[in-house]
Nanobody, 120 residues
Framework: QVQLVESGGGLVQPGGSLRLSCTAS????????MRWYRQAPGKERELVAG????????NYADSVKGRFTISRDNAKNTVYLQMNSLKPEDTAVYYC?????????????WGQGTQVTVSS
């Protein structure tokens, strides 16, 4: 059974930090690129950060560059999102995504999401 379980969300004041974790099971984690998405109320889901299978390549949305860091530990089947200097506009539900492209298609899995609220 494939599972992606996010944790680490919560309420934090502007300027604060949070670290999200996403632990995978039921598939070969190291074969999948991993991404964090977020969705704020009334807005479309947007890509926040991504990391390649081996962890050597990362990419970020312009809105979080320099503040967020994505990393992964393939031995622990876990991907992280370190979020610093948080702003109210970072408030959203954050989702973990796993994706592997194969000949003829792709495999993709989503977590259930974790709420991040940035407010004073």
């Amino acid at each position: 059974q494939v599972q992606l379980v996010e944790s680490g969300g919560g309420l934090v004041q502007p300027g604060g930090s949070l670290r999200l974790s996403c632990t995978a099971s039921g598939f070969t984690f190291s074969s999948y690129a991993m991404r964090w998405y977020r969705q704020a109320p009334g807005k479309e889901r947007e890509l926040v950060a991504g990391i390649a299978r081996g962890g050597g390549i990362t990419n970020y949305a312009d809105s979080v560059k320099g503040r967020f860091t994505i990393s992964r530990d393939n031995a622990k089947n876990t991907v992280y999102l370190q979020m610093n200097s948080l702003k109210p506009e970072d408030t959203a539900v954050y989702y973990c995504n796993a994706r592997m492209v194969v000949v003829g298609g792709e495999y993709e899995y989503w977590g259930q999401g974790t709420q991040v609220t940035v407010s004073s």
